[in-house]
């Protein structure tokens, strides 16, 4: 709805105003038991220090991939070479390097900056990226994306709160609609807990999107979140919410949908966590269509069984309109895993791979679109920090989508070289 996004700007106002003015934290009568941390590093006071001072933070991303089907099309591909440039800026206060981020997801930053060790993470800053986008043969093609970004976290011993607005206009392929096109999208989010007793923390949480195609339908889902967790055990928190929200659809039925949930967090150490919530959603829509239920979760896992290891696993399911058909809703289940391994202190092998099926449901009384798509991918990639702040990065992709609609299917292959630099 787009009253909930004029409130977002004025309280990530106050919270960056709370950033930049840090205060003397207050003593908590009985303050809740934290998962087991790492201590901090013998440089963490100039950390801290460092922390507390307004700076500039640059970050310039350069990449070559070659592409061998750059439209995502069943038959006839088009190859190509396509070269990214992204220079990043920010400024801000706090301990925003690991948050600051270019619009490119590769290559990924593995240069440690000095700010992952501190106890806390109180920042506050601006960014902002442009990315210049060249074909070697395709020049119709040649684009500049932007990506800006203003995001706010406050850390305190009894309550925590964090914001963010975002914007990006990307030029990109996009399954959906199965082309190259540009896509923008507006978010914004704003969220907090505090600890109600020493085992019972309660939150509240707003997100909302706007998401608008050159050549779809657009849309804005909004929703809000209010969750209590209970301390179970000293490293396991369990825990019940409730998610509204609404789903405003420019070529379909709009839609009012609840999810209460139930939540597990457990960090048994530092190198091991799993959050995961699942739940039941409710979705009602304006049309004459009948109310429909699902089941429907989130799961985030990080194990590092060795120095150098990482394992990841994440899945989630969710509901979102397609930007494609008129009166249709997308029904999405990803499921993706990785592992990182460290060799030599500054080289590191990464392979990922995940899953997705998107189910598409009518949200209004129309004849149903019968599309189903099984969208997967594999990538490895060599990393090294050629410098204390600079990564070099070498991949392959793999990307295959089977849909019911055979115009919709397409398999495609990229190579990548990459390199990033912090300042």
Do not use: C
Request: a negative charge; hydrophobic letters at 35%; charged letters at 20%.
């Amino acid at each position: 709805m787009p009253r909930l996004f004029s409130v977002f700007p004025s309280g990530l106002g106050l919270l960056l105003l709370a950033l930049a003015s840090p205060g003397r934290a207050q003593e908590p009568a009985a303050a809740p038991v934290a998962p087991a941390v790492p201590a901090p590093p013998a440089n963490s006071a100039a950390g801290e220090e460092d922390a507390q001072s307004w700076k500039f933070v640059a970050r310039a991303s350069a990449s070559a991939t070659y592409d061998d089907n750059i439209f995502i099309q069943r038959t006839n591909p088009q190859d190509d070479v396509i070269y990214r440039v992204a220079p990043s800026f920010g400024w801000g206060i706090g301990s925003f390097r690991g948050e600051f981020s270019p619009l490119s997801s590769t290559p990924h930053f593995l240069a440690q900056t000095g700010e992952e060790e501190l106890p806390r993470k109180d920042f506050a800053f601006v960014g902002y990226t442009p990315e210049a986008v060249f074909f070697d043969r395709h020049h119709g093609e040649d684009d500049v994306n932007h990506d800006a970004r203003i995001a706010a976290r406050r850390e305190e011993p009894l309550w925590n709160a964090e914001g963010e607005l975002h914007f990006q206009s990307v030029a990109d392929t996009n399954i959906d609609l199965g082309q190259r096109l540009r896509q923008t999208y507006y978010s914004a989010s704003l969220g907090g807990e505090y600890a109600l007793t020493g085992k019972i923390n309660g939150g509240l949480r707003f997100d909302g999107v706007r998401s608008d195609y050159d050549a779809g339908f657009s849309s804005t889902d909004a929703h809000g979140k209010i969750y209590a967790d209970y301390q179970i055990a000293p490293k396991t928190l369990v825990g019940f919410g409730i998610v509204v929200g609404y789903l405003d659809v420019a070529g379909g039925s709009n839609q009012d949908y609840q999810q209460p949930v139930l939540q597990l967090k457990y960090q048994a150490t530092s190198k091991l966590s799993f959050t995961g919530q699942a739940g039941e959603e409710f979705r009602q829509f304006a049309s004459g269509i009948r109310d429909r239920s699902q089941f429907a979760f989130l799961l985030n896992g990080n194990f590092e069984p060795a120095d150098g290891t990482t394992l990841t696993v994440s899945g989630r399911r969710d509901t979102q309109s397609s930007a494609q058909y008129a009166g249709e809703n997308i029904v999405q289940t990803v499921y993706q895993g990785g592992v990182r391994q460290r060799f030599w202190q500054r080289v590191y092998l990464s392979l990922t791979g995940g899953f997705a099926r998107e189910n598409y449901e009518n949200n209004r009384v129309v004849a149903v679109v019968a599309r189903r798509d099984d969208y997967s991918f594999y990538k490895a990639a060599l990393s090294g920090d050629i410098t204390r702040r600079g990564t070099l990065e070498l991949s392959y992709e793999y990307r295959k989508n089977d849909s019911s609609l055979a115009n919709f299917s397409f398999n495609e292959n990229l190579a990548s070289l990459g390199v990033s630099f912090l300042f």
